[in-house]
Structure formats: structure tokens, C-alpha cells
């Protein structure tokens, strides 16, 4: 299974390293990955493989949450197939 994990908040250093030490310590793998700075706020989309995860998403999803708060970050992880749906005109 897939999911979309998205990232938004002022830019500092190790955005994407706390991020990916997250997902990596939940054993996510990313696939696709884009991120830029926007007046001083950085934003990222990435695309994940839960195959490899042992949490269950909602704990996952809280993790996520969790690390973002204590970095003044929003992060939010939708499943795939819910993201694509959310997203058909």
C-alpha cells in the first residue's frame, strides 16, 4: 500500500531528515519525493511504501503528527487510494 505524506511549516534545518528518520524508523520506504521553499515556508510531497510498516496506520498517522508539532510543522499522511478519491474531479 501507498500513501501521501505532506509537509508544510517555516523552513529550518533537517526537515527532511527528521521526516525520512520517522518513516525510516517505522520501516517506510520513499518513492517519490518533492519539496521547495516558498518565502521562507517549506513544503513537501511524498509518496510511501507502507509494505515493510508494523504500526498500524492510525498510530503511524499519530507519530507523524506528533514529530511536527514539536518541529512547528504540519504533517499529514493519507492512503493513496483515499487521496486519489479526495482528488477526481
Do not use: W
Request: charged fraction near 25%; aromatic fraction near 6%; hydrophobic fraction near 45%.
Amino acid at each position: 500500500m501507498k500513501a501521501i505524506v505532506t509537509v508544510v511549516g517555516k523552513d529550518q534545518v533537517g526537515i527532511i531528515a527528521g521526516v525520512c528518520n520517522t518513516l525510516a524508523d517505522n520501516r517506510i520506504n520513499v518513492l517519490d519525493i518533492s519539496q521547495t521553499i516558498m518565502e521562507g515556508y517549506f513544503t513537501m510531497m511524498m509518496v510511501v511504501d507502507l509494505a515493510e510498516c508494523r504500526a498500524p496506520f492510525d498510530t503511524l498517522r499519530a507519530s507523524l503528527k506528533e514529530y511536527g508539532e514539536s518541529r512547528g510543522l504540519s504533517i499529514r499522511i493519507q492512503r493513496e487510494d483515499i487521496f486519489d478519491a479526495m482528488h477526481k474531479l
